[in-house]
């Protein structure tokens, strides 16, 4: 099921529907609470956990495909692991494009599956709140634009749990086109001063593809729409419309034939991303893919804090 998130959960304030909705989210917080008490397992791999706090398009798979990226440059093995959901059959094809992929209901049997394969480390893409596992390494990801919203958790605002328990975690990363960072940085460090932040900045891979005088249609079903918008113009694409669908959008034919409609009436080309090109499975050629690559600006420092966590294991 695709569901759009609410307005009222970015605005810079809550409102009154956000104060309505505060007991149930003070009791959601309490049910975490007494969930966080159980024994989490520990395993003989290493484990790295990339996850959010913000619901969806804190850019955590890009992330996770840059670090075993680079892991692999060091010659380490290591692998990715997903909790199996239906709707997120993108991200999958992604993930196992990229590396390899141990894919499972649970998230522990998929670890087992990769410690029998002798893998040294393991990404997890998604599974912060999962707290049968002790992570070796956490890094909690935030768009720059989307940050933490209106700041209350889910259902009144977009949190998974209290803003907070950052001062529990050990790696902030910091994704998007380096808006608004020192201000981010100065909340952050209000909560927990000693926490390692990071940033990354979307690059496009296949900008010669696209050609700078034409005007451009630009849809996606994505987390992060508004970030992947603000990176093409800033390549100096001429974006004349954008339209956002909820993040793992199932495209049907109505929802593409007046895309198509609506880029010939204003004469433009159409783009989208590689994730929504998954799920569109090349159905339509007038469709143009721009490829993305996260660029973490502060790469020896974020790749040395996993090193050394695999060199004392």
Known sequence: MNLKKPKFWDYNKPNLISYFLLPFSILLNFIQSIRKRSKAKNFKIQT??????????????????????????????????????????????????????????????AINQAIDENYEIAILDDGLQDYSIKYDNTFVCFNNLNWIGNGLSIPAGPLRENINNLKNYQHIFLNGN?????????????????????????VPSNLKEFDKQKRYLVFSGIGNHKTFVSMIKNYGLNVVMNIEFPDHYTYTNYDIKKILKQSKKMEAKIITTEKDFYRLE????????????LQILDEKKLINSILKKNENN
């Open 282 to 293: 090349g159905r339509f050629n007038e469709i143009q893919v721009i490829k993305s690559d």
């Open 178 to 202: 380096l808006e608004n960072i020192e201000v981010i940085k100065k909340y952050l460090f209000s909560i927990n001063s000693k926490i390692n932040i990071h940033l990354g900045k979307y």
């Open 48 to 109: 790295i956990c990339v996850g959010n706090i913000y619901i969806g398009g804190t850019g955590k798979t890009s992330l996770s495909i840059k670090i075993n990226e680079i892991l692999n440059r060091h010659n380490i093995k290591s692998c990715f692991i997903k909790k199996f959901y239906p709707d997120q059959k993108d991200e999958q094809k992604i993930l196992s494009n990229k590396g390899k992929l141990f894919l499972d209901s649970n998230r522990v049997d």
